[in-house]
């Protein structure tokens, strides 16, 4: 399996340059940078997206790992209560279908 190459952002570009000037062909860009036409698309598609910052190093001091760990604590605590609202339902269903079951003993 072949290494992962990493691209600067200027390199990115530069192509997506050439793309959107219309001068040169997608598999022309792709052929003269030696890249895959999929991960020019790639680019363009995170272009189209996020502007040049898509590929923006993270300033430094960004929090994005622990703001990353922040909101899937906040979901895990919304999924716990509803996991808890689910079962609280749950045991009132039950309670109240076995008051509806007639007792069939004499």
């Known amino acids: 399996m072949g ?15 050439e793309l959107v000037s219309g001068g040169k062909r997608p598999s022309q860009i792709c052929r003269e940078r030696r890249i895959d036409e999929t991960t020019l698309r790639r680019w363009r ?14 300033a ?27 079962k609280k339902a749950a045991r009132l269903a039950r309670s109240l279908s076995a008051r509806a079951t007639p007792w069939s003993g004499s």
């Open 3 to 17: 290494q992962q190459v990493r691209y600067s952002a200027e390199f990115k570009q530069a192509a997506l340059q």
């Open 45 to 58: 598609l995170e272009y189209e997206e996020q502007g040049a910052d898509a590929w923006a190093a993270p």
């Open 60 to 86: 430094p001091g960004t929090a994005s790992a622990e703001e990353r760990i922040a909101e899937l604590e906040r979901v895990i605590g919304q999924l716990t209560v509803e996991n808890l609202v689910l």
